[in-house]
C-alpha cells in the first residue's frame, strides 16, 4: 500500500551539531512534500516545503532534500538548538488538481543534547 | 492574533454522550480540517471543508460529524462517544484548498470511558 514513513522513530543530536531527518515515501503520484515541526503540548507547525519538480529547497537553518528516484525526503537542521527538540513529520499531497489532503508519516522525536 | 482557537483544552466523557468539539479561526482562511493525533499513527484527517458551506469527508471519518456554517467556524461532532475515539483532535486551516501550509491549534484532548 501507499505509505508515508519515518526511518527512525527517535533521534539524539548534541547541540550545535547538524541534524538529518529522513521520510520515505511510496506514493510516486505525489507532487508536493511539507516538513512539520510539534513541540510537546502544541499543534504542529509548518517548516518548509517542497515540489517535486525541485530536488532542494532551503529555509532559515534548514533545508529539505528531495530524492524522486528513491522517494526519499529529509530535513537538514544547522546547527541545532535546543527549541529545536520536537517531533518532525513529513506529509505528502499526491495532487495539486484534485481534491486531495495531506497525508502525514509517524514522526520523528528529535531530542537536542545541551 | 489568535490563529486557531479550539475548546475544550481536555475533556473526560463517558461513552454513549455526544461531544462537540469546538473550533474558531479568524485568519479568514478557505479551507478547515479535523485530524486526529493517535500514538504511532500520526495525524489522520477525519473530515475537512474547502470553504464554507461544503464538507468533505478524511481518511477516519466514521462516528465523526462536521458542519460548516460559515467561514470562522467548524465544530466537530461525535454523536455517541465510544473509547476508540480517546484520541488528540486538531483543527486546522489553510488559505485555500491546495495549500499545503496548515495553521494548527493546540489541540483539545479527548478521554472516552
Known amino acids: 500500500g501507499e505509505s508515508v514513513g519515518l526511518h527512525l522513530p527517535t533521534l539524539s543530536v548534541q547541540e550545535g551539531d547538524n541534524s538529518i531527518i529522513n521520510c520515505a515515501y511510496s506514493?510516486?503520484?505525489?507532487?508536493?512534500f511539507i516538513w512539520y515541526k510539534q513541540e510537546s503540548g502544541k499543534g504542529p507547525q509548518f517548516i518548509i516545503d517542497i515540489r517535486s519538480n525541485m530536488d532542494k529547497r532551503q529555509g532559515q537553518r534548514v533545508t529539505v532534500l528531495l530524492n524522486k528516484t528513491v522517494k526519499h525526503l529529509s530535513l537538514q537542521i544547522a546547527a541545532t538548538q535546543p527549541g529545536d527538540s520536537a517531533v518532525y513529520f513529513c506529509a505528502e499531497r499526491k495532487s495539486n488538481f484534485g481534491n486531495e489532503k495531506l497525508t502525514f508519516g509517524t514522526g520523528t522525536r528529535l531530542t537536542i543534547i545541551p | 492574533i489568535a490563529g486557531i482557537t479550539q475548546a475544550p483544552t481536555s475533556q473526560i466523557l463517558a461513552a454513549g454522550r455526544r461531544m462537540t468539539l469546538r473550533c474558531t479561526q479568524d485568519?479568514?482562511?478557505?479551507?478547515m480540517y479535523w485530524y486526529r493525533q493517535d500514538l504511532g499513527l500520526g495525524l489522520r484527517l477525519i473530515h475537512y471543508?474547502?470553504?464554507?458551506?461544503?464538507?468533505g469527508k478524511g481518511e477516519v471519518p466514521d462516528g465523526y460529524s462536521v458542519s460548516r456554517a460559515n467561514t470562522d467556524d467548524f465544530p466537530l461532532t461525535l454523536a455517541s462517544a465510544v473509547p476508540s475515539q480517546t484520541s488528540v483532535y486538531f483543527c486546522a486551516s489553510s488559505v485555500g484548498a491546495h495549500s499545503g501550509e496548515l495553521f494548527f491549534g493546540e489541540g483539545s484532548r479527548l478521554t472516552v470511558l
Open positions: 485568519m479568514r482562511h478557505n479551507a
Open positions: 471543508s474547502n470553504t464554507a458551506g461544503t464538507t
Open positions: 506514493n510516486s503520484a505525489s507532487d508536493y
